[in-house]
């Protein structure tokens, strides 16, 4: 992996070229608690992108991966996140770019759709609905969860999944703490509605965690949804069907 500054902190990625085709460059920003590699190249996003024709650039988050941990909460705020996600295209020298999210992914990425409009050729949001406006979608209790002795219950089911997610990861169980109680901000209406780039809403039917994706499409001027059957929040994002429905959305957006 490669690596730069982004404002003081270190920010890990990878910048794959396609291996045919116009090259045209998509960001992709990873969920809470996982990093490029599980969110994406596991997934087959990066092989399925760059095989059709576009140049993958996906960092790991602040207090991910191999990227810098910190451990303030006010660190992780999702438009401080955003601003590394536009400081990578600077580095790069990007000038324009799909940017695609998954869950806090995509909540970071609409930050950057509103913030940079002008950098944002289109957005694709996976794994987030109405919740990036109406609550912030995860339960209390993962950041005590995270923060507990081995072998500590968890509050409830979720916090004990995403426990347990972060371990098989090898993930800063104290980072990620402060980054789930510094990065759940929400967009109001107003803002969302001002979001004009086109955009793609990705749940699966049994997603409890992102809220509706049509809601929140609806309060877009230049968005729509692609449904994903009986695939819930963990696995929507390496669904075939979610593949192949931004492989189709990409190549119909201008």
């Keep these: 992996m490669q690596s730069f500054d982004s404002d003081g902190v270190s920010i890990a990625f990878v910048d794959v070229p396609a291996t045919g085709g116009s090259g045209d460059p ?4 990873h969920g809470f608690a996982s990093n490029h590699a599980v969110n994406w190249v ?30 303030d909460p006010d660190a992780y705020g999702s438009d401080i996140m955003a601003g590394d996600a536009r400081r990578l295209l600077d580095h790069l020298s990007i ?10 992914g995509a909540r970071i990425a609409a930050y950057l759709a509103l913030d940079e409009s002008s950098r944002v050729r289109s957005l694709l949001l996976g794994g987030l609905g109405l919740h990036l406006v109406e609550g912030k979608g995860l339960p209390s209790g993962i950041s005590e969860a995270l923060e507990a002795p081995p072998g500590t219950p968890a509050p409830n089911p979720t916090a ?19 980054c789930m109680r510094g990065s759940r901000q929400t967009l109001s209406r107003a803002e969302v509605s001002q979001i004009e780039v ?3 809403v990705t749940v699966g039917s049994l997603d409890t ?23 819930d929040h963990s696995t929507a994002v390496g669904d075939k069907g979610h593949r192949q429905g931004v492989l189709a959305f990409l190549a119909e957006r201008p």
């Excluded at 998509?26 to 920003?29: E, Y």
């Excluded at 000038?95 to 806090?104: K, N, T, W």
């Excluded at 995403?162 to 990620?176: K, V």
Aim: aromatic share 6%; glycine share 6%; no cysteine.
């Design 95 to 104: 000038e324009r770019a799909d940017v695609m999210g998954y869950s806090m």
């Design 42 to 71: 596991n997934t087959l996003w990066v092989k399925t992108l760059t095989q059709a024709g576009h140049r993958v650039v996906a960092l790991d988050n602040r207090g991910h991966g191999e990227s810098q941990k910190l451990y």
């Design 198 to 200: 086109p955009t793609l």
């Design 26 to 29: 998509i960001l992709l920003i």
């Design 160 to 178: 004990a999944a995403f426990r347990t997610f972060a371990e098989q990861t090898r993930s800063d169980l104290r980072a990620l703490a402060a």
């Design 209 to 231: 965690v992102a809220g509706s994706g049509l809601a929140l499409a609806a309060l877009m001027p230049n968005a729509k949804t692609l449904d994903l059957p009986n695939r």
